[in-house]
């Protein structure tokens, strides 16, 4: 079985907690991080608070094996960090083409004007990085010997497994409006961003996916420049308590209600066979931490079913809390058994 999970916003719609639930709930033997150290996906677990940016956010998972896909880019310092914060040495795999991107690379997006502060780039040197892959001349992870106990042939470990039946969770980063081709150009990323060039990443063909959620937040944010429709003001924001930080740059994100257009829009780009919602509880207080449908209020209820209504998608999962349990998981009775 092969789950993809996606962003239909401007990224941080809450994939890392989604992953990370789907990774307990789901027995995933096989999650792949595709993206880089640009996106940083936050996971809680067990009270404590987790900043991913390379490690797959199944970690939570002990028996999950994490792998790296071949089309993401990695930083050395930042993956010993996050390998010790996990403890996940003996299960993590780096596919051997993975990009690595150096020092030079972020000194360069610091200094690019353009980059920086037109674009508002994170200055990760995920972008200078992309474009030395372009020019042939990226070092990837098999031209570093200290990689060398972690290195494998990530889509043939992906393939084999599907072949034999096991699950695997594809985890995708940022969001579609993100994305180089499809998203509000220039004020994008480096890649492309929706379902289908997450599969491109990992090496792994669209007849073997079986289920393709997109994400949604219950409002939409955007960090950096570009446009976004129904954009509030930081004083609307803070009264209607939507204010958030980015997860890497500590940036204020911007914020603007729900926007089906959108959501239209990335349905279209992403064929999603379900839909996820996430933090519901910050529009309706009251379903913080609600597991059960049932016990949502009367308005979330509404909104949700005003929302799939539009969407034509089944809205299966629904974020209540940012830790990893709190979330009411409806795929059992609107997909039925798996
Ligand atoms: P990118 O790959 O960078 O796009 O990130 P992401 O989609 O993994 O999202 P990120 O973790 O950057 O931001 C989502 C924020 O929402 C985090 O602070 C999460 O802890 C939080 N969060 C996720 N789901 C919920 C939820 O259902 N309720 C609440 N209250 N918080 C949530
Ligand atoms: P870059 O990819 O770091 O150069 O950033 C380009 C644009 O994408 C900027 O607007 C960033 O704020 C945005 N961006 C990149 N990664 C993320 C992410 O993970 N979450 C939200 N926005 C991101
Ligand atoms: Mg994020």
Redesign the pocket.
Known sequence: MLQIVA?GFF???????IVSYLAIKDNIDIAVRT?AVN????V?YNGKTYKLRIIP?AFVNPKTRLLVAPGALIRLDILYQELEETRSHNRLFIDYNTGVITAEHVEFEVKNSYLSRTIGSTRQGVGAAMVDRVLRKLKLARDYKELKKYLTDVPLMVNEGLDKGLNVLIEG???TFLSLYHGTYPYVTSKDTTASSVLGEVGVGPRKVDEVIL?FKSYVTRVGAGPLNGELSKEEAEKLRLI?Y??VTGRLRRVAPFNIDYAKRAILLNSPTQIAI?????LYPQAKGVREYSKLPREAKEFIENLEDQMRIPITLI????ETM??IDLRGEKLGPS
């Open positions: 962003g990224g941080d719609e809450g994939k890392g907690k993206g996106a940083g996906h936050t809680v956010s980063t940022q969001g994400v958030e980015a997860t996430t933090k519901i509880d910050v974020g209540t809390g940012p709190d979330i």
